[in-house]
Structure formats: structure tokens, C-alpha cells
């Protein structure tokens, strides 16, 4: 256990130092921003991936608690004017509370039926961003978002931003790494491998995975804060039923139950359109057909197939 | 509060009644639509425990060739339906053979994800044959719009909803009466137990993968008269025809239909009494609610599974 424990302290140090690296020798402020993206990114892979990889519960909608960050702080700094490091907690509040009430009845359901509740749930709400227009601006957007401060230290340039975000990242990879080591995380895996049998050893697994829920909305609700103080402009199609399950592609492509998976499938998930401009009319096919590749011959995710060929190969040598 | 007089209240109640009477007109014609891509959809979840997300992908290539066949080569009525179910019945044959069957451990999960990547690939190669331009095709028979007590219904409403009632009790004849129609229900029932009576197991996949995308082909002729079709036309399709297989249990014929009629019905009276904007939220509201109150759907018993 302590070994374990030195292994993810050095991890962390490492990661951390990487982070600092990264923000003080990358120049380009291109790079910057896909960088800031994939911070983003990757609290939303994080978040699901605690639901999914670790509880074992899909979701379909989970776009909708992304954009109930965005729209939320969008809503609260524009019209009644709040400081944006108010709109952060109040934005989060509510991305919780909803998923408080919708989580109760839909949580009881499992396997597609939970997919499919989750999906109409998403929808609901994307259709609400788009036509509550005297609220959220309607199909053709939310404009004029303010930009972050702290004092005398501005978030408009890229570099600061950066940080931010990266600095938010780290916190929630601790927060979710003493999560999984402790009681509560062994709790989760239990319910990951057999509801029944969780609950017959006293684990009370419908609070948990309410409480699961309700944490992965708070992470998704925190991306959508930092993406719309990012951009300053947010509209309905960012938070679309797309965007569920491109967030559920990058925690099974990177690997589900792996906090560095999410990280993974994030920046995968967020360089390949990029890498994939160059292919202009042919994206959209190219993209289709990466994700059936990758999912026929690696089901488990990049992290876990990859470790497996390797684990393979090792074993071939035993021989 | 003012009365209003007799006579104007009569005038009034005919109006409404009118009014209603139109919006079931169209309820029932998107309706007959909604129940063709559920039938597909729970055809092929009965033999294969598969929720295709790219369905809707193949209504959107079924009006795309459509467009091409009727619209452009002018060909006759009857060959271009018949080209076009065949055209996307391969297309869905290719995909089960490439994709699906390479599936090593078919978990929901990964099924999910690998029918998606195929949505987002077919409409990749939908934008590339058709572009990202809007088609229309005329109507498939140019008679005048019927009056039914002075709500019009017009003719591919009437077009539709034949082809539907002619589809259907096709598919119901040849579960019932033919010897492959009673090998793939008996396949659905249970893979292991058809197996040991001798039927191919691996076949009855595949033609339930035909027969599906040919449904959701069907489904792609007959809306592309009245609607513009283009190739991102198919996510919301595909969504609300899953909705209604939901609605009325998944895995039922019967279900399909009561669903689709439900789910078009009743997003026409909201469209006409609540408001347009929220049109598509009203498949979703319900797929919510009968998940909470009943997940098996209408049809089926209330303790079906739910996983």
C-alpha cells in the first residue's frame, strides 16, 4: 500500500513539474490553446470515467451537466452581473442538484435502459438551451461572456489560462485518486463488478452511485465553466447528444477506470480533429473509421490493450 | 367573464375540431415513419441484442438514393423504391460483416461506440456522394389533396401510410408463415437452443441486419417527398424511431407500431396546442417517462428486464 502511495506521489510530482515545463517553454499560442483544450477535456473524461470506469454506470447525457456549467455561469455573470468566482460555485450547485433529481429515478435503471434515460435527459436539455432563447440566446448562441481576473492577475492571455486550467486538473486527479484509494472507491469497483453482490456484502449501492453521479456532474459542470470563460461564446451544439458520447469515447478509448486514461483519451480526442483538417471533406469518414478500428481490435481502451500486447509479448519470451 | 354567442361557439368548436383533425392527419403520417424506423430497430435488437445508433444513418442514405434514383434519373416509382432498399440493405450487410462480426467481446459499451463511429462515417460519406446540399423529391403521385371533413390530407400521407400497412403485415406473414421468418424468431428467442435444431445462427444475424437497414431504408423513400432530405437528416430520425421501439417495448413488432403512432401523434398535438420549439422534446419527455414508470415499454409485462 505505501508503495503504491510513493508510486502515485511521484506520478503527481512528475505530472505537476511536466504541467510547469509545458506552460513556460511552449511559445505557440496555438499550442497553448489545444493544450488549455485538453486540460478541459480532460476534467470531463475524468469526471465520466468516475461513473463509468469505477461505478460501472453509463451515460449518454453527460454534455448536459457540461453546459449547465457553461450556460450557467454565462447567465449569471452577463445578467444579474455576479462575480465570475461566485458564478463557479453557484454553476456547480445547480449541475449537482440536477443531477440529484434526475439521478434518483434513472440510476435504478442499468445497461442500455440507463444509456437511453441519460440520452433523453441530454436532449432535454439541449433542446432547452436552444429554445429558452430570452435566457440562454437560442440556437445562435450566448455572446459576451467577461473574461477571469483574480486580483491583479488577468486570465486573458494564454499562458495564465493555461495554468488554470492545468492547475484545476491536478486538483481533481488528487481528489479523485484519495477518492479510489479509500473505502468509498472500493465500494464503487464492487458495484463495477456486481451490483447484487455489492449490496449483499452491505454496500448501499444505490446512494453511491447517486453520489458518483452527482460528483461526475460537478466535474463536467466545472469543464463547462472554464470552456465558457475561455471562448466567451458558447452555443447549444457544443452541449448536443455529439458531445455525450464524445466524452464517452474518450474515457473508453483512453480506458476506463484509469485516472492517466482520461488524460489520454482526451488529448487523442482532442488532437485528432485537429490532425484530421488536413484530410478536409474526408474528416468526418477518417474519424468514423478510427473509432470502429480502435474499439473492434482494442475494446478495453489504448492504456489497457496496450499493456496487453505487451504483457503478451513478455509471456512469448517466457517460453 | 363575457359569454360568448351560441352560434360563434359553434364556429369555434369546428375549427378546433378542424384543427385537431389536421394535426392527427400529420401525427399519423410521421407516426406511420416514426413506427418503420423502430420496427427496424427492434427487429434487429430481437436476433442480435444490438441498439444500431448508425440506423438512422440508413433512412438518410435511403432518401439520398432516393433523391438519386427518383429525383434525378427519373427512374420509375417502383424499380427506384425497390434500387434503393436494395442499396442500403448491402450497405447494412457490409457493415455486419466488417464491423460487428470482428466484435470479440460484444459489450454494450463497445457496441455503443462502434455503431456511433459508424453514424459519424456514413454521414462523413453522405456529405462526400451527395454534399452538404438539401434535396426534395416530388411527391410519388401528383393527385390532389384529399378533404376529410375540411382537414386536407394529402396524397404521400396516404402514399405512406399504404407502404407502411403494406410493410408490415409483409414482415408479420413472413415471421408467421414462412420457414426462415420461424428460424429467425426462433434464433431471437435463443441462439444456443436454434443452434442445436440446426439453424445458422451467423445467417439469421445477417438477415436481420438486412432486413433492418432495408426497414430503415423504407423508411428514407417514403419521408423524402415531404421533408428535405440532406446527410445529417438522420441522428434525429434515428433517436426518435429508437424512442418510439422504447416507448412501446423494445424487441416487439407490436410495440413498434403503437409506438411510432403514439410518439407522431402526440408530437402533432404538441406542435398544434403547446409549442413548435419544443416539437423535439416530446419524444424524449416520454422515453423518460415510460423508462421511470414502466422500462419494458407498453407492450411488454412490467417486470421485464431491465438489465
Not at chain 1, 271 to 290: K, N, Q, R
Not at chain 2, 81 to 105: D, M, N, P, Q, Y
Not at chain 2, 206 to 230: H, N, Q, R, Y
Not at chain 2, 274 to 291: N, P, Q, R, Y
Request: glycine letters at 10%; charged letters at 10%.
Amino acid at each position: 500500500m505505501n508503495n503504491h502511495q510513493t508510486r502515485n506521489r511521484i506520478c503527481y510530482a512528475v505530472f505537476s513539474l511536466l504541467i510547469i515545463l509545458a506552460g513556460y517553454t511552449i511559445e505557440n499560442p496555438y499550442y497553448i490553446q489545444v493544450l488549455t483544450f485538453i486540460g478541459i477535456n480532460t476534467l470531463l473524461a475524468l469526471g465520466l470515467n468516475m461513473l463509468m470506469g469505477y461505478a460501472g454506470q453509463i451515460s449518454l447525457g453527460h454534455a448536459a451537466f457540461f453546459g449547465i456549467g457553461a450556460y450557467g455561469t454565462a447567465i449569471l455573470t452577463v445578467h444579474y452581473n455576479l462575480s465570475p468566482w461566485l458564478a463557479l460555485p453557484a454553476a456547480i450547485a445547480a449541475a449537482m442538484i440536477v443531477a440529484y433529481i434526475v439521478g434518483i429515478p434513472t440510476l435504478k435503471l442499468s445497461g442500455y435502459y440507463l444509456g437511453m434515460g441519460t440520452l433523453g435527459f441530454g436532449m432535454i436539455v439541449n433542446i432547452l438551451f436552444r429554445e429558452w432563447s430570452s435566457v440562454t440566446g437560442g440556437a445562435s448562441g450566448f455572446i459576451g461572456i467577461p473574461t477571469l481576473e483574480l486580483g491583479p492577475v488577468s486570465f486573458s492571455s494564454g499562458r495564465n489560462y493555461f495554468f488554470l486550467v492545468w492547475g484545476f486538473v491536478l486538483t481533481s486527479f488528487i481528489i479523485c485518486q484519495r477518492i479510489i484509494d479509500s473505502r468509498i472507491g472500493r465500494a464503487l469497483r464492487a458495484i463495477h463488478d456486481g451490483e447484487k453482490a455489492a449490496s449483499a456484502v452491505g454496500v448501499d449501492t444505490r446512494k453511491l452511485k447517486l453520489q458518483v453521479f452527482v460528483l461526475s456532474a460537478a466535474f463536467s459542470a466545472l469543464a463547462g465553466f472554464l470552456y465558457a470563460h475561455l471562448v466567451f461564446f458558447i452555443s447549444p451544439g457544443t452541449f448536443s447528444f455529439i458531445a455525450s458520447i464524445r466524452m464517452v469515447t474518450m474515457v473508453v478509448i483512453g480506458g476506463m477506470a484509469s485516472i492517466w486514461g482520461s488524460l489520454l483519451g482526451a488529448s487523442l480526442l482532442t488532437l485528432l480533429p485537429e490532425w484530421l483538417h488536413a484530410f478536409s471533406e474526408f474528416e468526418m469518414v477518417v474519424y468514423g473509421l478510427i473509432l470502429m478500428i480502435v474499439m473492434i481490435f482494442l475494446p478495453r481502451g489504448l492504456t489497457r490493450g496496450l499493456l496487453d500486447i505487451y504483457e503478451r509479448a513478455n509471456k512469448k519470451n517466457d517460453h | 367573464m363575457e359569454l360568448i354567442p351560441w352560434p360563434e361557439l359553434h364556429a369555434m368548436d369546428q375549427s378546433i375540431m378542424q384543427e385537431i383533425l389536421q394535426y392527427l392527419f400529420s401525427g399519423i403520417t410521421n407516426g406511420a415513419i416514426y413506427a418503420v424506423i423502430a420496427i427496424g430497430f427492434s427487429m434487429l435488437y430481437n436476433s442480435t441484442d444490438l441498439i444500431n445508433f448508425a440506423h438512422g444513418e440508413f433512412v438518410m442514405l435511403g432518401s439520398l438514393c432516393m433523391v438519386t434514383f427518383f429525383g434525378s434519373m427519373h427512374l420509375p416509382l417502383v424499380p427506384a423504391i425497390i434500387l434503393t432498399i436494395i442499396c442500403v440493405a448491402i450497405a447494412g450487410l457490409v457493415f455486419e460483416r466488417l464491423a460487428i462480426r470482428s466484435v470479440k467481446h460484444p459489450e454494450p459499451i463497445v457496441l455503443i461506440i462502434i455503431t456511433v463511429g459508424a453514424s459519424i462515417f456514413l454521414r462523413g460519406l453522405g456529405m462526400i456522394i451527395w454534399g452538404k446540399d438539401a434535396y426534395s423529391i416530388p411527391s410519388f403521385s401528383s393527385h390532389p389533396p384529399l378533404d376529410i371533413a375540411g382537414a386536407k390530407l394529402l396524397s404521400q400521407s396516404i402514399w405512406i401510410i399504404v407502404i407502411f400497412l403494406v410493410a408490415s403485415v409483409g414482415l408479420q406473414l413472413f415471421y408467421k408463415k414462412t420457414l426462415t421468418g420461424k428460424a429467425m424468431e426462433a434464433n431471437a428467442i435463443s441462439k444456443r437452443a436454434a443452434w442445436i435444431v440446426g439453424i445458422p445462427s451467423k445467417l439469421m444475424v445477417m438477415l436481420a441486419f438486412g432486413l433492418s437497414t432495408a426497414m430503415g431504408g423504407l423508411a428514407g423513400v417514403i419521408i423524402a417527398p415531404i421533408t428535405m432530405s440532406s446527410y445529417d437528416m438522420g441522428t434525429m430520425l434515428g433517436l426518435k424511431g429508437f424512442c418510439a421501439a422504447m416507448l412501446g417495448g423494445l424487441g416487439s413488432l407490436w410495440g413498434a407500431l403503437i409506438g411510432g403512432f403514439l410518439l407522431g401523434i402526440l408530437e402533432a398535438l404538441g406542435v398544434g396546442f403547446v409549442s413548435s420549439g419544443l416539437k423535439d422534446a416530446t419524444a424524449f419527455v416520454l422515453l423518460l417517462f415510460i423508462l421511470y414508470v414502466r422500462p419494458g415499454g407498453i407492450i411488454s409485462s412490467a417486470d421485464a428486464n431491465r438489465f
